[in-house]
């Protein structure tokens, strides 16, 4: 049953597929017009031009003959701007430069929807990667300085805590020793001791 579905597809597909192409009009004919007046806008081969005129490869897919039709005849209040070629074209030349797009491969696009490297995209994705990168610095050098400081507050401490606390533990010896409450070998002992652990 699927089978059968895909295969009147291809079926419809390969008839109408050549059909259309004849019926919109002569694609050598149309190249002509494209190049007199299109290319100046759209590029040679329609391939667009960078971020103002978009690439017409692919546009009778996407709009529909009709719909490209429609651009041409009417053009577009854009900016800048697509000029309307209602009564600077003839019927046959609009059909034929719409025969001469519909055969040109589609190719990339380089600008307007569906473009491979929408430039806007580009741009918003450009930005991302900036911001990444200066938040990853701003951590990085946010970490480095509250580290150095932390090192820095610990070393102060450790030296001026221990040192105090040697000279107090010193005095609280010859303290005792001139009370007489500790003999001269246990205050060199005691002292030695001290000094040893310094
Ligand atoms: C003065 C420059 C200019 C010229 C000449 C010009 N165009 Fe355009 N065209 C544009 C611009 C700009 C747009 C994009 C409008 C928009 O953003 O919707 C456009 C859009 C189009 C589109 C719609 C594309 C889409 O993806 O929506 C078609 C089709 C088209 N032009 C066909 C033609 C054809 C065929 C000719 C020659 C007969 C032609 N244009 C001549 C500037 C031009």
């Avoid at 719909?67 to 609009?94: H, Q, S, Y």
């Amino acid at each position: 049953m699927r089978a059968a579905l895909i295969g009147a597809v291809a079926l419809v597909l390969t008839v109408a597929g050549p059909a259309r192409a004849q019926s919109i009009g002569d694609a050598d004919a149309g190249r002509a017009v494209f190049e007199a007046n299109c290319a100046m806008c759209h590029g040679q081969d329609a391939a667009g031009m960078m971020g103002m005129h978009p690439s017409l490869r692919g546009a009778v897919e996407r709009l529909s003959v009709e719909g490209v039709e429609v651009a041409i005849r009417n053009g577009r209040d854009t900016m800048p701007p697509m000029p309307a070629f209602e009564g600077r074209l003839t019927d046959k030349e609009i059909s034929d430069v719409i025969a001469y797009l519909d055969a040109l491969p589609v190719g990339s696009r380089n600008f307007g929807p569906g473009a491979d490297g929408d430039m806007m995209d580009g741009m918003m994705e450009g930005r991302m990667w900036y911001w990444l990168a200066w938040t990853a610095l701003l951590l990085v050098l946010v970490a480095v300085i509250v580290i150095g400081s932390i090192f820095t507050v610990r070393s102060l401490w450790n030296r001026s805590g221990s040192g105090s606390r040697k000279g107090e533990a010193l005095d609280i010896l010859k303290e005792r020793f001139a009370r007489g409450e500790i003999d001269r070998d246990e205050f060199e002992e005691r002292r030695r001791l001290l000094d040893d652990q310094r």
